[in-house]
């Protein structure tokens, strides 16, 4: 259940691009750091996903554009039943943003974060963290698998811990 509250706090936070829309934001308020979750993590980026039984190397991909500077300084997997890894990468370049399907190989040119079945928060030392200027794109690649014979249907993403600048 603690998974599946989880899932719907991340997706509320995210959304990909509809024709005629607005792009896919990181709409996270830095004013305001770790007020979205009771323990402090801010969701940043999703994707929802459904797979069949028995699938097997499907990548599920979604990118957003940052709005404004974010001080991360701790990730945490929001990786549901059926997500077997995910890598996050950043680039600069103006690209494409939204949900999209992918390859393994449909990763940005530098890597922000990484998790795998089993991985544990990674929160830096009091007085750490990684700047994402505004303007940023936030590309996240899932694979995805589904071993059981139901299907599977969910969201799997990245939260983030966000401190103030000063705080760095």
């Not at 996903?49 to 974010?70: E, F, H, M, Q, S």
């Not at 997997?77 to 399907?101: K, M, R």
């Not at 890597?111 to 505004?134: E, K, N, Q, S």
Request: proline share 7%; charged share 15%.
């Amino acid at each position: 259940m603690k998974a599946l509250v989880l899932a719907l706090v991340v997706v509320a936070a995210c959304k990909a691009d509809t024709p005629g829309s607005e792009p896919a934001d990181a709409r996270i308020d830095s004013d305001a750091p770790d007020a979205a979750t009771p323990d402090g993590w801010t969701p940043l980026i999703a994707r929802s996903w459904t797979l069949l039984p028995g699938a097997t190397n499907t990548y599920r991909c979604t990118r957003i554009k940052v709005t404004n500077d974010l001080w991360v300084s701790g990730f945490r997997a929001a990786a549901p039943q059926g997500t077997h890894h995910e890598v996050l990468t950043i680039s600069t370049g103006n690209t494409a943003t939204g949900d999209y399907d992918c390859s393994a190989g449909s990763l940005d040119t530098q890597m922000l974060y990484a998790a795998g079945v089993g991985t544990d928060d990674l929160v830096f030392p009091p007085g750490v963290a990684i700047h994402i200027p505004a303007g940023t794109y936030i590309n996240l690649n899932l694979h995805l698998f589904n071993a059981t014979d139901n299907p599977l249907a969910n969201s799997s993403g990245v939260l983030v811990k966000v401190v103030q600048p000063t705080d760095v």
